[in-house]
């Protein structure tokens, strides 16, 4: 730093002509930096030097670089179901419009047993927050019963092509009151589903789903006491043992919405090995009601626990409805009606 007297300070008047400044004491000195201002690259150089030393911090720090949305990592499930149900329902030949055929009940009329086992398996990945893609499937089923008839039981009606006949009048196949029948059933269902969750927390979560769903029931009613209602009853040879089947083999879609909710129960709350209790529900519709109706709801409460960050382990106990109604008119007149109410039991292990 360069001290300057004020004596050899020149300056200019308004005319533009040079001045002497009066003299002051020596020890009177103005004290200023040289040079005045800094060059531009010098001030270039600072800025730059100085956004690369933030980058630094904010790159190279793990806490700073980590956004919200790469916290979260995929995780995938695999659980176990059973459903101890009552069943309810009735099936019928010749059911379009002026037919012949009897509304049979399931038990009373066919003697299926009242009590009915469901075992499911499914599977789960959520490889995002908010999505969440399930594959599930029964174990197949089968119900056997027979029962002897308090009731004719009309099944279907066969053309009168006798020459004999009197008149050209329809012969109705019946069981009449008294005859032993016998019946089968076989249930399986599969298929996948997706779930969107608009609300997500990590206590609770609700959305949509959707499924695409294989139903596969065959029902099978047979005995050996069949008449053909021509009198007399040999006039045309249709007596005897008969049997009928109804088989629904159905692809299609369903739509609906579920929701959970867990609260922490007792100390350690949603972290360790803290229990939480909380509930959950489910309602999917089928979107074919043309020819299949076919409806699923569920809820109950559930107790989950994490002994790890990894893994989780979940226990449901709940209620299940389960309707299938398929109203086979344009094909022989064939309905069929199945109801099953029951107990749901389940297991989940979330990794």
């Known amino acids: 730093m360069t001290a300057i007297n004020r004596t050899d300070i020149s300056q200019k008047d308004t005319n533009g002509k040079f001045m002497e400044v009066a ?17 531009a690259s010098l001030v270039s150089m600072q800025v730059v030097a100085t956004l690369a030393i933030l980058s630094i911090l ?5 806490h700073l670089s980590s956004a919200e949305p790469l916290e979260y990592s995929p995780r995938w499930s695999l659980g176990f179901e059973t459903v101890l149900s009552t069943i309810e329902g009735s099936m019928g030949f010749d059911q379009q419009n002026a037919g012949y055929g009897t509304l049979n009940d399931l038990k009373a009329d066919l003697g299926l047993p009242n009590d009915n086992r469901t075992f499911k398996v499914r599977g789960s990945v959520r490889p995002l927050e908010h999505h969440l893609i399930r594959a599930f499937g029964t174990i197949p089923e089968v ?15 066969l053309p009168n092509t006798s020459p004999l006949a009197l008149q050209a009048t329809d012969l109705v196949v019946t069981f009449p009151t008294g005859s032993l029948v016998r019946s089968e059933m076989k249930y399986a ?12 927390a990590p206590r609770w979560a609700a959305g949509l789903t959707g499924e695409l ?28 043992r008969v049997e009928q089947v109804i088989n629904i083999d159905e692809f299609f879609p369903c739509i609906g919405g579920q929701g ?7 100390m350690n709350g949603m972290s360790g090995t803290g229990l939480n209790i909380g509930g959950f529900t489910k309602m999917v519709y089928g979107l074919s ?26 226990a449901k106990v ?13 094909r022989n007149g064939r309905v069929f009606e199945l109801k099953r109410n029951g107990l749901l039991i389940s297991l989940d292990g979330s990794f």
């Not at 119900?143 to 009606?157: F, P």
């Not at 269902?189 to 997500?200: N, Q």
């Not at 043309?290 to 979940?314: C, E, H, K």
Request: hydrophobic letters at 40%.
């Open 23 to 39: 003299a002051m004491p020596q020890n009177n000195m103005i004290h200023a930096p040289y040079p005045a201002h800094r060059p």
């Open 58 to 62: 904010l790159f190279g720090s793990p």
């Open 143 to 157: 119900y056997v019963g027979s029962t002897q008839l308090n009731k004719d039981m009309r099944l279907t009606r």
């Open 189 to 200: 269902s599969f298929g996948m589903g997706y779930d969107l969750d608009f609300l997500a």
């Open 213 to 240: 769903r294989y139903l596969d029931v065959r029902l099978k009613l047979w005995g050996d006491g069949a008449t053909n209602g021509a009198n007399p009853p040999d006039l045309v040879g249709v007596a005897g």
């Open 260 to 266: 959970s909710v867990a609260l922490p129960f007792g």
């Open 289 to 314: 009601p043309n020819y299949l109706n076919y409806v699923d709801i569920a809820l109950g409460l559930s107790l989950w626990t994490a002994p790890t960050n990894r893994f989780q382990l979940m």
């Open 318 to 330: 709940g209620v299940e409805h389960e309707s299938v109604f398929h109203d086979a008119a344009n």
